[in-house]
């Protein structure tokens, strides 16, 4: 019924950027929160940062001054900004949507299926 898909990870060295995008899709009636979650190997998955859909955000401590997360509802994707990595930030992401789907109206907690982020130091 919806979709989550990730693009943008990939290989970079440490103090570079990359920015990820997740764009959802199907029989979708509005997003409400948004978010990218991350898990390293051997580790749990954890936040790095959400977004309602009036824009409010929050990070994970790691990441603050560094990440940057926003949206576009017109198109349904979120986006993170991610500057000055570290190898730290090595792992697998992924997003996560609030959706509301229609035509019988109901919420559902949509993930993707991950992109990975390798920093190099």
């Known amino acids: 019924q919806v979709q989550l898909v990730e693009s943008g990870g990939g290989l970079v060295q440490a103090g570079e950027s990359l920015r990820l995008s997740c764009a959802a899709s199907?029989?979708?009636?509005?997003?409400?929160?948004m978010g990218w979650y991350r898990q390293a190997p051997g580790k749990q998955r954890e936040l790095v940062a959400a977004?309602?859909?009036?824009?409010?955000?929050n990070y994970a401590d790691s990441v603050k001054g560094r990440f940057t997360i926003s949206r576009d509802n017109a198109k349904n994707t979120v986006y993170l900004q991610m500057d000055s990595l570290k190898p730290e930030d090595t792992a697998a992401y992924y997003c996560n949507a609030e959706v509301v789907i229609f035509p019988i109206i109901r919420t559902l907690d949509v993930w993707g299926q991950g992109t990975p982020v390798t920093i190099s130091s």
């Open positions: 977004i309602s859909r009036g824009g409010n955000t």
């Open positions: 199907g029989n979708i009636e509005s997003i409400n929160g």
